[in-house]
């Protein structure tokens, strides 16, 4: 079983970036696919971006393309989801969550592992 810890949300002013963190435990971190998600106060949870177990393949919501990379360190049992030229819509609450799944996915259904979340809140 995957343990997730998300870290690096706060604060932010509009055009303004953060970068969040999310360490692995308990399991073999390159084995899984993995994406980001995000669920803003009174709104459902959305996919934000993933990445591929094999090959690093890349996949974005339409909302943060241009503005949001994911990218994963296997040796250190990270992931990361640089977050750049931040708007005020982008407030919510980011989860981390890891997929057994063979391909990469973007639906939350098919996510096995969840972190607790990080608060990134973008206000002037």
């Known amino acids: 079983q995957v343990q997730l810890v998300e870290s690096g949300g706060g604060l932010v002013q509009p055009g303004g970036s953060l970068r969040l963190s999310c360490a692995a435990s308990?399991?073999?971190?390159?084995?899984?696919?993995m994406g980001w998600f995000r669920q803003a106060p009174g709104k459902e949870r959305e996919f934000v971006a993933g990445i591929a177990r094999i090959g690093g393949g890349t996949g974005y919501g339409d909302a943060v393309k241009g503005r949001f990379t994911i990218s994963r360190d296997n040796a250190k049992n990270t992931l990361y989801l640089q977050m750049n030229s931040l708007k005020p819509e982008d407030t919510a609450v980011y989860y981390c969550?890891?997929?057994?799944?063979?391909?990469?996915?973007?639906?939350?259904?098919?996510?096995?592992?969840w972190g607790q979340g990080t608060q990134v809140t973008v206000s002037s």
């Open positions: 969550a890891a997929s057994r799944m063979g391909i990469p996915t973007t639906a939350l259904g098919n996510y096995d592992y």
């Open positions: 308990g399991g073999t971190f390159s084995n899984y696919n």
